[in-house]
């Protein structure tokens, strides 16, 4: 079913005010689901949204907070998320940082205790928005198995850069494993068989069964390099949030335990170094001008796809699952028969 | 030719010394080319001495400068590298940084018109020497076709990582290209054919043909995902150092141009941070007990290989080339002789 992004958004703000989760606090983490839902990343859109409200009524997401924040030094904030929605507490610590990075040129959010910060791309981009270059580290549950191994000890430790340049912001987002678990369940709900460098099974055997494979682990991305980076995200993160290593990570896919995992946010003036905005767009443009491989398939920047996909949705709708509607809305209309009681 | 790391050493202090290196820059230089060398990464190693003289001898290389630099903000150093040697500016800059991170938190130096700053790892070492965590990015020529493309746009653009633990510290160290150029180039000299996805030929055509692969373009590791990150780095060195876009870089493999590529070194004080140095350990540690894919090939953590080379290396002498060890002889042999003639 094709829906408006507003409609959506309209929907997912209410579902979140009837777990009394504060306005401008919704309306954050509402606009995440949506701008996932837009990009075409549903497995970091509205299908979270019951979870959530599930987290809400639990006690495991608290709906008001933004966190409590102390500077550790004049550059690093540290972040107790108390609980609160993960993008709230990200764009709370990014205000912060915004505040600071003026005079200091760089700063360094190290956040614990907040719940699923979502697509990385989300913070990238506002705080290109703001004029500044940001770095997402984010950590999760164990999911990744070690390049040479085959349990999984690691996270899909994402990681997610944004530069301001004179045109469009560079927007990278990248989870360190080889596809995302969601595209995992998703293979397994169609029934089409998986490629067998995607993960292992229970055994530690490559496997082609997506069933077998959401019982094992998923490899990482680029073999030893992109292990090596996961990792790097793994420690950075634990190192500076003082989260949980992923062995030990529950409360992003659940609705049963408190988030552990960590989240790094670094924000850079770009005012404070002596590139230009320009030859960043110049050189951006020379890439997608440059030979591609294949005659009908341009060179690609990262960032290209996903706003062209935004920008598509935007015009025709988001094409949601007929269950998911009817789920959200029904979480939503809990908030209008409470204000009918009233 | 098997041959002691200290002899090797201070042969090439001289080989420096004779082209009116300061003493302590040429031990810096030399430092870091032995340690390439006890790491079994010779592409970094003593084959870059004659270059690095020849580049001296062409005052593209300055022998006394560790570079001018001025903090734009309070944790930015913008640093002049005046055609400094690569170790010695990056190191003067750790040093400036190192200063300011305990009470910053966090530091970011942004380098440009310094000469070919060599194997990152060694900049991550000696940091987490120091106590603190490092990240590295240096750019360079146009080696590397973008994903899709066929034209080499980007630098190899290396990241390394440095984290200090309670036990050995965590040194990541890649390119973000497939595979280093250095490595075609030694398949070339050994008539051996490249595996088909490493690289492309002039006219961009997947190749096993060494020789071709020279002249085109190495494929990005990882695909979109190495890609996007390789040009992040390409990205963020060029807006924060203000230095050269791949298609224009020169003097990093050459003796006729200045080098104006980039270099980027953040430090961060752990301490600033939430973690511990020994749950980074004890969960390095549970990495290395996890189950290998292989069982005769346990999991590694990135630097673990490097480590055990380098000490095998210490103990057993590093294998030169004789060629190149007549040559290194050569350079050292003008000092003697100037000293002689005095």
Redesign the interface.
Known sequence: MLLSAEGLREIAERALSAQRVAPSHARIQADLLIEAELRGLPSHGLQRLPRLVARLKAGLAHPMTSGSAHW?????L?VDGERGLGPVVVMRAMEQLAAQV???????A?I?NANHIGMLAYYAEAATARGY?AIVLSTSEALV???????A?LGTNP?A?G?P?EADP?I?D?A?SRVSMGKIHHHALTGNPIPDDWA?DAH?CRTTDPEAAKTGAIAP?????????G??V???V??????T?A?EVRGTLDAVDVANKGDVL?L???A?????AA??AA??D??RA?????PD??????GDGMRARRARALSTGIDLPDSLHDEIRALARVAEREKETK
């Not at 991305?221 to 980076?229: D, N, P, S």
């Not at 634990?238 to 989260?243: H, K, N, V």
């Not at 404070?272 to 230009?276: E, K």
């Open positions: 550790s030094r004049h550059g690093v540290s003026p005079q200091q040129g760089i700063a360094l190290a614990r270059i198995h070690p390049y040479g191994g085959i349990e000890m990681i850069i530069i340049t560079f990278l990248l360190t292992v530690g991305f680029g073999e030893a390099k992109g292990y090596g980076l990792l790097g793994e420690l950075l634990a190192a500076l949030a003082g989260s290593f062995p670094i850079v003036d770009p404070s170094g002596s590139g230009t030859g960043l050189y951006l020379r890439l440059s030979r591609p491989a294949d398939r341009p060179v690609a920047v990262p």
